[in-house]
């Protein structure tokens, strides 16, 4: 027997994704950079450096897709790749100025993004949309123990 509640819920959620790769590609469009590159550029929301190994981890993809990536950003001047000093066969990638500098402006983009969405609502509606997200991310984790690390936003 189907639950129309989780339908109604898993619908609600697949508009919501739909909505949020809509926000990244007109970010990415703005910041003139690809969703792959700003899917990786999230990444470093929260964290300066990142192995290629923890990138790829984090996006689901080999460490190849991840080189092609970085290259490409790397090309712009937004990261740069070195030796890991504590093992000579990792790489790590790091931000440079410029990337930090798109990082703010990602930061700001989406705060905009966010802002307009909810600056309608009641503080009590906005503590009661956190509540769900926070127990839709704790079951979500505890039942599939798939997680999404150092990407904070959509």
Do not use: H
């Not at 994704?17 to 792959?36: H, M």
């Not at 705060?111 to 079951?139: C, M, P, R, V, W």
Request: aromatic letters at 6%; a positive charge.
């Amino acid at each position: 027997m189907k639950d129309a509640l989780i339908e109604q819920i898993s619908g609600s959620l697949n508009s919501i994704k739909g909505k949020c790769q809509l926000k990244d590609r007109t970010i990415a469009v703005e910041l003139k950079i690809s969703c792959s590159e700003l899917n990786c550029m999230k990444l470093f929301l929260s964290s300066n450096n990142l192995s290629v190994k923890d990138i790829a981890e984090k996006l689901g993809i080999t460490s190849g897709g991840v080189t092609k990536i970085v290259s490409q950003l790397e090309v712009q001047s937004f990261l740069r790749r070195d030796m890991d000093p504590d093992d000579r066969r990792g790489i790590i990638v790091s931000l440079t100025p410029a990337g930090k500098k798109l990082i703010e402006d990602l930061k700001k983009k989406t705060a905009g993004y966010y802002d307009t969405i909810f600056k309608s609502l009641s503080k009590s509606e906005k503590e009661d949309i956190l509540k769900g997200l926070q127990i839709l991310n704790e079951s979500w984790v505890k039942y599939t123990g798939m997680k999404y690390p150092g990407v904070e936003n959509c």
